[in-house]
Protein backbone atom coordinates (compact mmCIF):
# COMPACT_ATOMS: atom_id res chain seq x y z
CA UNK A 1 0.00 0.00 0.00
CA UNK A 2 1.13 3.39 -0.91
CA UNK A 3 1.43 5.50 2.21
CA UNK A 4 -0.89 9.11 1.99
CA UNK A 5 -0.84 10.26 5.48
CA UNK A 6 -0.10 9.20 9.11
CA UNK A 7 -3.59 8.00 9.89
CA UNK A 8 -3.50 5.28 7.04
CA UNK A 9 -0.10 4.33 7.69
CA UNK A 10 -1.38 2.83 10.63
CA UNK A 11 -4.08 1.16 8.71
CA UNK A 12 -1.44 -0.39 6.01
CA UNK A 13 0.38 -1.68 8.36
CA UNK A 14 -2.34 -3.40 10.48
CA UNK A 15 -3.89 -4.77 7.13
CA UNK A 16 -0.28 -6.32 7.00
CA UNK A 17 -0.63 -8.79 10.30
CA UNK A 18 -4.19 -9.92 8.51
CA UNK A 19 -2.34 -13.05 7.18
CA UNK A 20 -0.78 -14.23 10.75
CA UNK A 21 -1.88 -17.76 11.31
CA UNK A 22 -1.61 -17.90 14.74
CA UNK A 23 -4.80 -15.83 16.46
CA UNK A 24 -2.73 -14.49 19.22
CA UNK A 25 0.39 -13.47 17.71
CA UNK A 26 -2.06 -11.10 15.51
CA UNK A 27 -3.61 -9.72 18.70
CA UNK A 28 -0.71 -9.00 20.10
CA UNK A 29 0.99 -7.53 17.28
CA UNK A 30 -1.64 -5.34 16.00
CA UNK A 31 -2.28 -4.34 19.67
CA UNK A 32 1.52 -3.49 19.66
CA UNK A 33 1.27 -1.47 16.40
CA UNK A 34 -1.73 0.61 17.48
CA UNK A 35 -0.36 1.49 21.10
CA UNK A 36 3.01 2.36 19.66
CA UNK A 37 1.46 4.44 16.83
CA UNK A 38 -1.01 6.25 18.99
CA UNK A 39 2.05 6.59 21.73
CA UNK A 40 3.95 8.62 19.19
CA UNK A 41 1.18 10.70 17.78
CA UNK A 42 0.22 11.69 21.57
CA UNK A 43 3.65 12.89 22.51
CA UNK A 44 4.24 14.09 18.67
CA UNK A 45 7.72 12.47 19.03
CA UNK A 46 10.49 14.11 16.92
CA UNK A 47 12.80 12.69 14.61
CA UNK A 48 15.52 13.35 17.49
CA UNK A 49 13.66 11.94 20.50
CA UNK A 50 13.01 8.96 18.12
CA UNK A 51 16.74 8.44 17.52
CA UNK A 52 17.25 8.69 21.36
CA UNK A 53 14.59 5.95 21.66
CA UNK A 54 16.14 3.53 19.25
CA UNK A 55 19.61 3.95 20.76
CA UNK A 56 18.03 3.05 24.32
CA UNK A 57 16.67 -0.17 23.01
CA UNK A 58 20.15 -1.07 20.99
CA UNK A 59 22.05 -0.22 24.61
CA UNK A 60 19.27 -2.76 26.56
CA UNK A 61 20.62 -5.46 24.19
CA UNK A 62 23.95 -4.79 24.70
CA UNK A 63 24.77 -4.23 28.25
CA UNK A 64 22.49 -7.98 28.13
CA UNK A 65 25.38 -10.23 29.36
CA UNK A 66 25.45 -13.88 30.41
CA UNK A 67 25.42 -12.10 34.44
CA UNK A 68 23.43 -8.97 33.82
CA UNK A 69 20.12 -8.29 32.23
CA UNK A 70 19.47 -5.09 31.54
CA UNK A 71 16.31 -5.27 29.75
CA UNK A 72 14.58 -7.37 32.79
CA UNK A 73 16.04 -4.54 35.40
CA UNK A 74 14.36 -1.51 33.09
CA UNK A 75 11.20 -3.56 33.07
CA UNK A 76 11.01 -3.90 36.58
CA UNK A 77 11.94 -0.33 36.80
CA UNK A 78 8.61 0.84 34.86
CA UNK A 79 6.81 -1.36 37.03
CA UNK A 80 5.74 -3.75 34.07
CA UNK A 81 7.03 -6.80 35.46
CA UNK A 82 4.85 -6.65 38.88
CA UNK A 83 1.48 -5.22 36.55
CA UNK A 84 2.27 -8.92 34.33
CA UNK A 85 2.50 -10.67 37.59
CA UNK A 86 -0.38 -9.62 39.46
CA UNK A 87 -2.75 -10.18 36.30
CA UNK A 88 -1.70 -13.48 35.96
CA UNK A 89 -1.50 -14.51 39.26
CA UNK A 90 -4.58 -15.56 41.82
CA UNK A 91 -7.39 -13.27 41.97
CA UNK A 92 -7.81 -10.27 44.56
CA UNK A 93 -9.88 -12.85 46.81
CA UNK A 94 -7.31 -15.49 46.57
CA UNK A 95 -3.72 -14.28 45.56
CA UNK A 96 -0.73 -16.50 45.57
CA UNK A 97 2.58 -15.67 46.35
CA UNK A 98 3.58 -14.52 42.74
CA UNK A 99 6.20 -11.84 42.79
CA UNK A 100 8.97 -10.80 40.55
CA UNK A 101 11.45 -13.44 39.03
CA UNK A 102 13.99 -10.50 38.88
CA UNK A 103 17.60 -10.11 37.11
CA UNK A 104 19.72 -12.42 38.98
CA UNK A 105 17.93 -15.81 38.61
CA UNK A 106 20.76 -18.65 37.60
CA UNK A 107 19.45 -22.26 36.78
CA UNK A 108 21.22 -25.05 38.30
CA UNK A 109 22.08 -24.57 41.91
CA UNK A 110 22.91 -27.19 43.60
CA UNK A 111 20.17 -29.03 45.32
CA UNK A 112 20.58 -29.55 48.95
CA UNK A 113 19.28 -31.73 51.64
CA UNK A 114 16.14 -29.61 53.64
CA UNK A 115 18.58 -27.66 56.95
CA UNK A 116 21.50 -27.30 54.46
CA UNK A 117 23.63 -24.01 54.81
CA UNK A 118 23.40 -22.26 51.54
CA UNK A 119 26.58 -20.18 52.56
CA UNK A 120 29.68 -21.49 50.72
CA UNK A 121 32.50 -18.95 50.83
CA UNK A 122 32.49 -16.26 53.60
CA UNK A 123 30.09 -13.51 53.84
CA UNK A 124 29.93 -11.30 56.72
CA UNK A 125 26.29 -11.27 58.46
CA UNK A 126 23.97 -12.27 61.16
CA UNK A 127 23.14 -16.05 60.50
CA UNK A 128 19.97 -16.86 59.51
CA UNK A 129 17.29 -19.96 59.85
CA UNK A 130 14.50 -19.69 57.51
CA UNK A 131 11.77 -22.12 57.43
CA UNK A 132 9.11 -22.11 54.45
CA UNK A 133 5.71 -24.14 54.36
CA UNK A 134 3.85 -24.36 50.42
CA UNK A 135 0.08 -24.78 50.23
CA UNK A 136 -2.29 -24.53 47.79
CA UNK A 137 -5.29 -21.79 47.53
CA UNK A 138 -7.09 -24.42 50.02
CA UNK A 139 -4.38 -24.62 52.12
CA UNK A 140 -3.42 -27.51 51.86
CA UNK A 141 0.20 -28.57 51.98
CA UNK A 142 1.94 -29.51 49.06
CA UNK A 143 4.79 -32.14 49.05
CA UNK A 144 7.61 -32.24 46.68
CA UNK A 145 7.66 -29.10 45.53
CA UNK A 146 10.68 -27.65 43.78
CA UNK A 147 12.37 -24.79 45.69
CA UNK A 148 15.06 -23.01 43.96
CA UNK A 149 16.23 -20.21 46.36
CA UNK A 150 18.74 -17.29 45.81
CA UNK A 151 19.54 -13.63 47.87
CA UNK A 152 22.12 -10.99 47.34
CA UNK A 153 25.07 -10.79 49.77
CA UNK A 154 25.23 -7.85 52.78
CA UNK A 155 27.53 -6.42 50.32
CA UNK A 156 24.53 -5.62 47.67
CA UNK A 157 25.81 -8.07 45.26
CA UNK A 158 24.50 -11.27 44.03
CA UNK A 159 26.69 -14.29 43.06
CA UNK A 160 26.86 -13.49 39.33
CA UNK A 161 27.76 -10.44 39.89
CA UNK A 162 30.68 -10.66 42.45
CA UNK A 163 33.34 -12.98 41.26
CA UNK A 164 35.04 -12.71 44.79
CA UNK A 165 32.24 -15.01 45.72
CA UNK A 166 32.15 -18.70 45.44
CA UNK A 167 30.15 -20.24 42.61
CA UNK A 168 26.61 -20.57 43.82
CA UNK A 169 27.06 -18.86 47.25
CA UNK A 170 24.09 -17.99 48.81
CA UNK A 171 22.02 -20.14 45.99
CA UNK A 172 20.17 -23.57 46.43
CA UNK A 173 17.58 -25.59 45.62
CA UNK A 174 15.66 -27.65 48.30
CA UNK A 175 12.19 -30.40 48.22
CA UNK A 176 8.89 -29.59 50.15
CA UNK A 177 8.46 -32.38 52.66
CA UNK A 178 5.01 -34.30 53.31
CA UNK A 179 3.85 -31.29 55.05
CA UNK A 180 4.97 -28.92 52.10
CA UNK A 181 7.64 -27.72 54.15
CA UNK A 182 11.49 -26.97 53.59
CA UNK A 183 14.02 -24.97 55.32
CA UNK A 184 17.54 -23.39 54.51
CA UNK A 185 20.42 -22.10 56.65
CA UNK A 186 21.63 -18.67 55.20
CA UNK A 187 23.13 -15.01 56.27
CA UNK A 188 20.46 -12.20 56.69
CA UNK A 189 20.24 -10.23 53.69
CA UNK A 190 20.22 -6.77 52.83
CA UNK A 191 18.64 -3.93 50.75
CA UNK A 192 20.82 -3.02 48.07
CA UNK A 193 20.80 -0.48 44.94
CA UNK A 194 20.40 -1.98 40.90
CA UNK A 195 22.97 -1.23 38.68
CA UNK A 196 22.47 2.46 37.32
CA UNK A 197 25.38 2.28 34.73
CA UNK A 198 23.26 1.76 31.85
CA UNK A 199 19.82 2.81 30.71
CA UNK A 200 18.06 1.69 33.58
CA UNK A 201 20.16 3.95 35.45
CA UNK A 202 19.30 7.34 33.45
CA UNK A 203 16.19 6.84 33.53
CA UNK A 204 16.10 6.82 37.20
CA UNK A 205 18.52 9.94 37.21
CA UNK A 206 15.95 11.63 35.02
CA UNK A 207 13.08 11.30 37.28
CA UNK A 208 14.77 11.64 40.34
CA UNK A 209 14.33 8.15 41.86
CA UNK A 210 16.59 6.25 43.75
CA UNK A 211 17.75 2.89 42.88
CA UNK A 212 17.44 0.90 45.95
CA UNK A 213 15.64 -2.48 46.36
CA UNK A 214 14.15 -3.57 49.96
CA UNK A 215 15.86 -6.63 51.61
CA UNK A 216 14.71 -9.45 50.29
CA UNK A 217 14.57 -13.60 49.43
CA UNK A 218 13.66 -14.79 46.11
CA UNK A 219 11.88 -18.21 45.69
CA UNK A 220 11.32 -19.82 42.49
CA UNK A 221 8.53 -22.78 43.56
CA UNK A 222 8.03 -25.80 40.59
CA UNK A 223 6.05 -28.54 40.89
CA UNK A 224 3.62 -30.38 38.12
CA UNK A 225 -0.09 -29.45 38.73
CA UNK A 226 0.77 -26.44 39.41
CA UNK A 227 1.49 -22.95 38.09
CA UNK A 228 5.18 -22.38 38.80
CA UNK A 229 5.65 -19.11 40.59
CA UNK A 230 8.62 -16.65 41.31
CA UNK A 231 8.27 -14.47 44.68
CA UNK A 232 10.20 -12.29 46.83
CA UNK A 233 9.70 -12.50 50.39
CA UNK A 234 10.66 -8.61 52.06
CA UNK A 235 11.63 -7.75 55.32
CA UNK A 236 9.15 -5.94 57.69
CA UNK A 237 11.42 -3.19 58.75
CA UNK A 238 13.02 -2.18 55.78
CA UNK A 239 12.87 1.59 55.27
CA UNK A 240 12.77 1.45 51.36
CA UNK A 241 9.15 -0.89 50.92
CA UNK A 242 7.08 1.83 50.11
CA UNK A 243 10.03 3.04 47.09
CA UNK A 244 11.23 0.05 45.99
CA UNK A 245 12.74 1.25 42.60
CA UNK A 246 11.37 -2.06 40.86
CA UNK A 247 7.89 -2.33 42.06
CA UNK A 248 7.93 -5.51 44.01
CA UNK A 249 6.53 -5.06 46.87
CA UNK A 250 3.18 -6.14 47.94
CA UNK A 251 1.58 -6.76 51.63
CA UNK A 252 0.90 -10.46 51.45
CA UNK A 253 4.72 -10.92 51.04
CA UNK A 254 6.05 -9.18 53.71
CA UNK A 255 7.79 -11.69 56.46
CA UNK A 256 9.02 -10.71 59.96
CA UNK A 257 12.12 -11.37 61.03
CA UNK A 258 12.59 -12.80 64.46
CA UNK A 259 16.06 -11.60 66.00
CA UNK A 260 17.35 -14.21 69.08
CA UNK A 261 19.94 -12.92 71.54
CA UNK A 262 19.89 -15.54 74.48
CA UNK A 263 18.09 -18.60 73.19
CA UNK A 264 20.73 -21.57 71.14
CA UNK A 265 20.61 -21.38 67.62
CA UNK A 266 19.90 -24.37 65.82
CA UNK A 267 23.21 -25.45 64.83
CA UNK A 268 25.13 -25.09 68.04
CA UNK A 269 27.74 -23.48 66.72
CA UNK A 270 26.39 -20.53 66.31
CA UNK A 271 26.70 -18.64 69.57
CA UNK A 272 26.06 -15.11 68.30
CA UNK A 273 23.03 -13.27 67.48
CA UNK A 274 20.85 -14.52 64.93
CA UNK A 275 17.50 -14.48 62.89
CA UNK A 276 14.56 -16.78 62.07
CA UNK A 277 11.99 -16.29 59.50
CA UNK A 278 9.22 -18.13 58.95
CA UNK A 279 6.70 -17.94 55.74
CA UNK A 280 3.55 -19.72 54.14
CA UNK A 281 3.70 -19.72 49.95
CA UNK A 282 0.99 -20.30 48.73
CA UNK A 283 0.11 -21.62 44.56
CA UNK A 284 -2.31 -22.42 42.45
CA UNK A 285 -3.20 -25.12 40.16
CA UNK A 286 -1.81 -24.70 36.96
CA UNK A 287 0.73 -24.74 34.16
CA UNK A 288 4.45 -25.58 35.31
CA UNK A 289 6.90 -24.11 33.37
CA UNK A 290 10.73 -22.87 33.95
CA UNK A 291 11.09 -19.24 32.62
CA UNK A 292 14.37 -18.21 30.76
CA UNK A 293 17.30 -17.54 33.01
CA UNK A 294 18.03 -13.86 32.92
CA UNK A 295 21.81 -15.01 33.58
CA UNK A 296 23.84 -17.65 33.40
CA UNK A 297 27.33 -16.86 34.63
CA UNK A 298 29.11 -15.13 37.11
CA UNK A 299 31.06 -11.60 35.88
CA UNK A 300 34.50 -11.57 35.49
CA UNK A 301 34.53 -7.65 38.02
CA UNK A 302 31.93 -6.47 40.55
CA UNK A 303 29.20 -3.88 38.46
CA UNK A 304 30.62 -0.16 38.34
CA UNK A 305 27.99 0.97 40.62
CA UNK A 306 28.73 -1.24 43.53
Same mark, same amino acid.
Request: no cysteine.
Given at each position: MIIQDEDQLTAAVLAETERADDPRVKEIVQALV???????REVRLTEKEFAASLDIVTRLGRLTTPSHNEVRLM??????????????? =????????????????? @? =????????????????????????????? %???? *???? *?? /?? /???????????? @???? @??????????????? =??? *????????????PTDGPVGDLLTALKRHPFRPAHLHALIHKPGYKTIASQLYSHDDPILETDAQFGVVQRLIGTYERHEN???????? %????????? %?????????????????AQARHKPDSA
Amino acid at each position: MIIQDEDQLTAAVLAETERADDPRVKEIVQALVRHLHDFAREVRLTEKEFAASLDIVTRLGRLTTPSHNEVRLMAGSLGLSTLVSLMNN =GTEDNPTSANLLGPFWR @Q =GSPRMDNGASIVRSPTEGPPLFFSGRIVD %TEGK *AVAG *AE /VD /VWHASPAGLYEN @QDPE @QAEWNLRGKFLSDEE =GVF *AFRSIKPSGYPIPTDGPVGDLLTALKRHPFRPAHLHALIHKPGYKTIASQLYSHDDPILETDAQFGVVQRLIGTYERHENEPAPDPEV %TEPWYSLEF %TFVVEPGEAWLPTPPVSAQARHKPDSA
